[in-house]
Every structure is written in C-alpha cells, then in structure tokens.
C-alpha cells in the first residue's frame, strides 16, 4: 500500500528563515500532492496543490516542489513568522482514471517559528 | 471566501447509540467525502460521494457507517452503532468536479469532534 513519510515530526527555526519540510511516499506515483496546514483542534487547510507533471509551484512565501524520480515533495516557506507556526500535513491522491481521488495523508511536520 | 460547514462541533454519545454527522459543502462543489483523525493520528479517508453514490471508501467504512445527501446542501456520516474506537475528528470535505486528467483541491470544514463513552 502506498506509504507517506513526513521526515520531521518537529521543526524548530528562527523567524526570518526559511523553513522547508519534506515528504516522501513509497509504491505508486501519486496523480497530485496537496499540502495542508492544521492548527490544534481544527480543520485542515488547503495551501497548495501541485500535479505529477508540475516540478513546482509557487503562492506568496510558500514554494512546493515534486520530483517524482525521488518520490518526494519539498515544501518551503520564506522569511517564516510565528504566525506560520503549525501542523503542516502532505497529501498525495492516486490517479484514477480523472476522477477525484482520495487522499492519503502523511503524520505532518509541526513546525515552531520562534520570534 | 466560501467555506464547509459541519455540525454538531462537538457530539458525546454512549456506545451503541446512533449518530448523524452533519456537513454543508461549498455550493457549486460535486465531490463530497468524509476523513477521520483519531487524537495525535494522521487524517484518515473514510469515503467519497459523487453523483448521489459512493464513490470509493476504506477499509474503515464498513457496515456500520453510512452516507447521505438527503437535499441540495447537506452532505451526512452516520454511524449506527457507536463503539468506542470510533472516538475521533469528523471532518468533511468537498471539491469542485476537474476536467478529465485534472485534479482539484478539497476543502476541509472545521470537522465534528465525536465522544464515545
């Protein structure tokens, strides 16, 4: 079955730098991967999506990128603020055939921007 | 910004007993689906609903769950008879229909926190 892996379950880093958190996933190609941010008790949000034929993808201070060879997705944020400090989750969909695939998330990545 | 509503916020049932799960998806969205996430566990896919019928579902999804459209708006999970394993984040989630090959992004509600004793 299809694994995620979300390297750091903890990321601490200074404000102002750049924060970048990894996922990795095991057997198939993943359609798309989607990242998501989750604050305690609440609902995942939607950030950025990037398809299996995108090697990056761009909004704001936020960078995603795919390589599909490594089986692994880097996500970025620059010049991070405290306010950025959260779960970040990954999460990849398998193609089915153009429908709109379910989606296999990894643990998450929490991340500390400490002031 | 339109948004996934869900309600209760916070549902405590007694095992065994029934509940309905509740969720407004964005209006012009056509896939609808239902994850869990068990307290400190990753998000987990329950089902997905398009067309008025299941979609796909998981290993999770078994007898005891069911969904509904039952009106233009309100997209329900329930579980028949709650044990306490099923203590857990609702949360529901919908997306707009992509081309053929195109895949589109789901939007989570704020999800229904279910308390089973």
């Known amino acids: 079955s299809q694994k995620i892996e979300q390297n750091s379950e903890a990321l601490n880093i200074q404000e102002g730098k750049t924060a970048t958190l990894t996922c990795n996933y095991t057997?198939?190609?993943?359609?798309?991967l989607q990242w998501y941010r989750q604050d305690p008790g609440r609902g995942p949000v939607f950030l950025l999506l990037?398809?299996?034929?995108?090697k990056e993808k761009r909004k704001e201070r936020l960078k995603v990128t795919f390589d599909t060879t490594l089986k692994q997705s880097l996500f970025h944020i620059t010049a991070s603020q405290p306010a950025d400090s959260a779960t970040y989750l990954c999460?990849?969909?398998?193609?089915?055939?153009?429908?709109?695939?379910?989606?296999?998330f990894g643990k998450g990545t929490k991340l500390s921007v400490k002031p | 910004e339109p948004e996934v509503t869900q309600t209760p916020s916070h549902q405590v049932t007694q095992m065994g007993q029934e509940v309905i799960l509740r969720c407004v998806p964005i209006?012009?969205?056509?896939?609808f689906y239902w994850y869990r996430q068990i307290l400190g566990q990753k998000v987990e896919f329950l089902v997905s609903?398009?067309?008025?019928?299941?979609?796909?579902k998981s290993e999770i999804f078994d007898d005891q769950f069911s969904v509904e459209r039952p009106d233009g708006s309100n997209f329900t999970l329930k579980i028949r008879s709650t044990k306490l394993e099923d203590s857990a984040m609702y949360f529901c989630?919908?997306?707009?229909?992509?081309?053929?090959?195109?895949?589109?992004?789901?939007?989570f509600g704020p999800g229904t926190r279910l308390t089973v004793l």
């Open positions: 057997n198939y190609s993943p359609a798309y």
């Open positions: 209006s012009n969205h056509l896939y």
């Open positions: 990037i398809r299996e034929n995108e």
């Open positions: 989630a919908s997306s707009e229909i992509g081309n053929s090959g195109s895949y589109n992004e789901q939007f």
């Open positions: 999460a990849l969909a398998l193609n089915y055939g153009g429908s709109q695939g379910n989606l296999i």
């Open positions: 609903f398009y067309n008025n019928e299941i979609s796909e």
